[in-house]
């Protein structure tokens, strides 16, 4: 089946303590992102990927770490959370461009995560 | 100026009605365009995406762009229960990027 696994799908955890949630897609895409979401903010990037080793900043970057060593997997690393940090966030992974556009993204399952 | 913006609603409407949402975008660049559902507590799954000027149908839902104006809406026709749930717009608004754009969504509920 195709689709985007992240983990944990529920985390808490203290300020200061590192963290990283795992993201991996099967479907051979090149794009992967990911987003939080916050009440009232929809969804906003914080970084995004469109090859192995090649990623650049979203909206939001400040405070993760990411890192693409392979097609698949795209983790996002909370070096030192804090409770501004809590959300729910998404994985998500698209083939790309195909002719001149877009195509559309698909999404891993969510992890909510609680900084106190 | 947000750069995607959505009537926040909530917009409610009865069994059998047209709903439609409505989305603006700033960049005039932007060359793609997508229509995501997302019931409470679950990750955003595709409607429709729509590149061109014009309508685009499937089944009971119509997205329609307007690049000059800078709005895509979406229509749902004979809305059920089941749509109740928050519609995100996103836009895409650079070519070379993956630097995808969402509004902040409408939440939507279909009374029966």
């Known amino acids: 089946e195709a689709q985007v696994t992240q983990n944990p799908r529920y985390l808490i955890t203290v300020t200061g303590k590192k963290l990283t949630v795992t993201c991996s897609q099967n479907m051979n895409h090149e794009y992967m992102s990911w987003y939080r979401q916050d009440p009232g903010l929809g969804l906003r990037q914080i970084y995004y990927?469109?090859?192995?080793?090649?990623?650049d900043k979203g909206d939001v970057p400040e405070g993760y770490k990411v890192s693409r060593k392979e097609k698949r997997n795209f983790p996002l690393i909370l070096e030192s959370p804090s409770p501004n940090q809590t959300s729910l966030y998404f994985c998500?992974?698209?083939?790309?461009?195909?002719?001149?556009?877009?195509?559309?993204?698909?999404f891993g399952q969510g992890t909510r995560l609680t900084v106190v | 100026q947000k750069e995607v913006e959505q009537n926040s609603g909530p917009l409610s409407v009865p069994e059998g009605a047209i709903a439609s949402l409505n989305c603006t975008y700033s960049d005039r660049g932007s060359q793609s365009f997508f229509w995501y559902r997302q019931y409470s507590g679950k990750s955003p799954e595709l409607i429709m995406s729509?590149?061109?000027?014009g309508d685009k149908e499937d089944g009971r839902f119509t997205a329609q762009l307007n690049k000059a104006s800078q709005y895509v809406s979406l229509l749902i026709r004979d809305s059920q229960p089941s749509d109740s749930a928050t519609y995100l717009c996103a836009v895409n608004t650079n070519y070379n990027n993956n630097d995808m754009r969402f509004g902040a969504g409408t939440r939507l509920t279909v009374k029966p």
């Open positions: 998500a992974s698209s083939f790309g461009v195909t002719g001149g556009h877009h195509t559309e993204a698909f």
């Open positions: 990927s469109m090859n192995v080793e090649v990623t």
């Open positions: 729509i590149y061109s000027n």
